[in-house]
């Protein structure tokens, strides 16, 4: 076997060949004794290896430029044409993941840890890894599982976070994955036992159990451009369009058009409740059966086609966020929603939710919404007219029935669309 080691990092190169028979070790580096012999074996040391000179072989989404290095030792274990295994133990800095899945922008990750075995079986077309640690900042996750592609990719995987306080995690976490968070503020401590079990072929057997436990949690001070302790009094919220501001609504009753949870009446309320989070009074920030049942219907179809978010989350991302389907933006939704639900009240999050989501073509809040489609104030409702409304918030351009928009669709058509999160 003949091995090319590509650029001028590699340090340290030690290659054998343990077969039946075969005496062919070199007496530098001989086999360990306590381990079984693998077909070969070879253990690369490095330091400051440019990644650059793998980039025609790594995937095009990760982006690695002349200042990306990988420092460390790699064990690899190779059997025959079937199996390889490689032990890690390196640092690797400078590397660019640029997936529209991620972030709706290139995420530099500027030092990475990575400490653990990964294997691959051919045959099998398996990628598994055992008791592998991953983090950064003094912030390591183990991960265990694997991911099967003999078809639709299948993943199996466990991860676990010891309890360690909030603040480190995000000052760990790379600042173009968290951008709005950058800056927070707040103490308590976050521990994380998850597994996922998804397989695109049995949407049935999916299992995910977040295991996630936060204790002692206190916003002390909020990032640049976030303002959730505003809300508990007066603010001032900014709908934009494609990066351009084009309403402001005070939410304060200084508004006269700001509908308090009162005047909302129990009709209304009872309708968004139940199209939008009927448990809304019940968790959290977050409904973790419809996550579960958003998730299956996902792997179903093969696309995201369903959100599973609460109306806290939902309001954390009209607040704060854009309509970006990223892992960078529900990573982000999931901590200002729980940062809402723990500084303002459920009645709060309600009434303020009613105020600003979009109702219609250009309607926004409950008031602007009752007097476009039936020109009386939210307390004047009826309870049909109530759930009428509350059936266009999951689709407000589409179910705009106002003559003057959208014709509304049937109620045949509404029971049958399924939930997009936009």
């Given at each position: ?13 030690f290659?054998?060949?343990?077969r ?10 001989p ?5 079984e012999?693998?077909?070969s074996?070879?253990t ?6 440019s990644l ?28 025959g044409?079937s ?11 400078n590397?660019?993941?640029d ?18 075995a ?5 045959s ?21 599982g ?12 466990s991860?676990?976070?010891?309890e ?12 173009d ?26 949407p ?16 002390f ?56 989070d ?30 599973g ?37 459920k009645?709060?999050i309600?009434?303020?939710y ?30 049909e ?8 918030i999951?689709?407000?351009k589409?179910r705009?029935f ?6 509304f669709?049937s ?5 049958e669309?399924?939930?997009v999160?936009?």
């Open positions: 076997m003949q091995i090319l080691a590509v650029g001028a990092g590699a340090t340290v190169l290659f054998s060949e343990a039946a028979g075969s005496d062919l070790l070199p007496s530098a580096n086999a360990p004794q306590d381990e012999p693998a077909d074996w070879f690369t040391g490095f330091s400051d290896f650059h000179h793998l980039n025609f072989i790594l995937p095009s989404y990760i982006q690695v430029g002349p200042e990306g290095k990988l420092t460390g030792d790699l064990k690899w274990d190779i059997e044409f199996q390889a295994t490689v032990h890690a133990d390196v640092s690797i800095t590397i660019q993941i997936h529209r899945g991620l972030a709706d922008h290139p995420v530099n990750i500027p030092d990475l840890s990575l400490r653990g990964i294997t691959w079986n051919r099998e077309k398996i990628i598994s890894f055992q008791n592998l640690s991953l983090g950064r900042g003094g912030v390591m996750a183990r991960l265990d694997a991911v099967s592609y003999k078809n639709a990719p299948a993943v199996r995987l991860l676990f976070l010891p360690m306080e909030i603040q480190q995690v995000l000052n760990a976490l790379p600042a994955l968290i951008p709005k968070l950058m800056g927070a503020q707040v103490s308590g401590t976050i521990a994380m036992n998850m597994s996922l079990m998804a397989d695109p072929a049995n049935a057997s999916f299992k995910w159990e977040p295991g996630i436990r936060v204790s002692n949690y206190h916003l001070r909020e990032p640049p451009g976030i303002s959730i302790l505003a809300l508990k009094s007066d603010a001032i919220h900014e709908i934009r369009k494609n990066g351009v501001a084009i309403r402001r609504i005070l939410l304060s009753r200084d508004n006269p058009r700001y509908v308090s949870y009162d005047q909302l009446g129990e009709d209304l309320r009872k309708a968004i409740l139940k199209a939008e009927a448990g809304f009074f019940n968790h959290s920030g977050f409904n973790l059966e419809a996550i579960r049942m958003a998730m299956v219907r996902d792997l179903s179809t093969g696309e995201f086609v369903r959100g978010s609460t109306i806290t989350q939902q309001l954390a991302k009209n607040l704060f966020l854009t309509g970006q389907k990223t892992l960078s933006r529900k990573l982000q939704e999931a901590m200002l929603a729980y940062a809402l639900e723990q500084e303002l009240t009645q709060k309600l009434e303020i009613a105020n600003i989501i979009e109702w219609g073509v250009d309607v926004y809040g409950i008031a602007e919404a009752a007097d476009h489609y039936f020109s009386k104030p939210p307390s004047s409702l009826t309870n007219e109530a759930k009428t409304l509350a059936s266009i999951r689709q407000p589409k705009d106002n003559p003057k928009s959208i014709p669709p109620e045949e058509a509404m029971t669309r399924p939930f999160d936009e």
